[in-house]
Each structure stands twice: as C-alpha cells, then as structure tokens.
Antibody
Framework: EVQLVESGGGLVQPGGSLRLACAAS????????MHWVRQAPGKGLVWVSY????????NYADSVRGRFTISSDNAKNTLYLQLTGLRVEDTAVYYC??????????WGQGTTVTVSS | QSALTQPASVSGSPGQSITISCTGT?????????VAWYQQYPGKAPKLMIY???KRPSGVSNRFSGSKSGNTASLTISGLQAEDEADYYC????????????FGGGTKLTVL
C-alpha cells in the first residue's frame, strides 16, 4: 500500500526549530517530486515547498523561504522539512504529499506544528 | 504567490449540478493546463479529484468534471449527493524561475 506517514510536529516557542519527517512506503521516494503543504487551523491549503527527484532542485513559498529547508534521504525513503525561525503564523497541520505528474495524488495524515509562547 | 480566488461557499440540492470557479492570473491558471482540484472532509487529508484541468484519477466519479477558460478554472459536480458535502480547493502551477504551486482559498460545498 502506498502510504506517507509524517512525524515530528509539536509545540515550539517563537524563534524555535523543528524537523518534520515523512516516511514513504509502497513506492520509491526518489522517483517522485515531493511537496509539503500546510493548513492553518480553520484555514485553507497553502503550498510550502517541493523537491525534485534529483534532490538538488527545490523551491519554497515566499512566506517560508530562508527559514525552511526541504530534503530527502533516499536510503531511508524519507522526506524532511527543517523549520527554523518559527513564527506564530507557522502554526498549522503540515502534510507531506507525493506528486505523480498528475497532481498531488498521495497525502499523509499530517503532523501538527504549534508555535506559541 | 497570491492565492487563487474561489467562492467561499456554494450549495445545491441532491441531484442538482453546481460549479465552483477558481480565478487566477496569466502567471498561473492562464499559463498552464495544470490545474488540479482537491476534496477535503473535516479533519481529513485532501483527495485529488481532477488533474490537468479536466482529467479524473482512477476511482473518482464521473460526476466530477473540470474545465478552464482563460484565467479561470471550474469544477462541476453533477447529480449532487450528500457525500459530496466537503471543502474543495483548486491548485495551479505558478510561473517563475523554478516550479511553484498556488492553491485557492477553498470552497465549502453544502448539500441542502
């Protein structure tokens, strides 16, 4: 079964850091572009970042560029998102998502990041 | 990277058809036939319903259809059913030096 399982969310103070992980199963991560998408409480979906199959091409939403870093470990079949300089407005459920060149076709269950003092 | 514009809510009765619009710009919706639509139930992860403007993934009902004209994409749901009540989001590639994506603000569909 194709599956994505996120972990690493939690409560962090403003200015703090977290590393989110997304374990992929049922498919090989390096064969797909991958995304992180977030959703603040009661709000809509917001694209955060993506990484291409070669791992060297990435991009970020303007709101997180310079603070978040996407990466992947092909040996572990795991995607990561390093969050630094966290702000209250980064509070959200973070989804790991597979891109099948036909849209974002597989979504994880999400991991919750809460930034609060 | 401004969000695409969707109506906040739409409603319809069972059996009717509804259409949700998604308006972008010539830098996103208008530039690519790469608009997708996602359905999301409360507390659940989104599900891909339409990709490349009008294509349906395997397993998605043919009651769901998509189209695009200029900078506006549309999702039409025909033969409304109670189970269609959910939030719907459009998403498009956005132009730039590298790939980026932008979502719409979401539309709450209520089946009366």
């Amino acid at each position: 079964e194709v599956q994505l399982v996120e972990s690493g969310g939690g409560l962090v103070q403003p200015g703090g850091s977290l590393r989110l992980a997304c374990a992929a199963s049922g498919f090989t991560l390096r064969n797909h572009w991958m995304h992180w998408v977030r959703q603040a409480p009661g709000k809509g979906l917001v694209w955060v970042s993506y990484i291409e199959t070669d791992g060297s091409t990435t991009n970020y939403a303007d709101s997180v560029r310079g603070r978040f870093t996407i990466s992947s470990d092909n040996a572990k079949n795991t995607l990561y998102l390093q969050l630094t300089g966290l702000r209250v407005e980064d509070t959200a459920v973070y989804y790991c998502v597979r891109d099948a060149n036909q849209g974002m076709d597989v979504w994880g269950q999400g991991t919750t990041v809460t930034v609060s003092s | 990277q401004s969000a695409l514009t969707q109506p906040a809510s739409v409603s319809g009765s069972p059996g009717q058809s509804i259409t949700i619009s998604c308006t972008g710009t010539s830098s996103d919706v208008g530039s690519y036939n790469l608009v997708a639509w996602y359905q999301q139930y409360p507390g659940k992860a989104p599900k891909l319903m339409i990709y490349e403007v009008s294509k349906r993934p395997s397993g998605v009902s043919n009651r769901f259809s998509g189209s695009k004209s200029g900078n506006t994409a549309s999702l039409t749901i025909s033969g409304l059913q109670a189970e269609d009540e959910a939030d719907y989001y459009c998403c498009s590639h956005a132009s730039g030096t590298t790939w980026a994506w932008v979502f719409g603000g979401g539309t709450k569909l209520t089946v009366l």
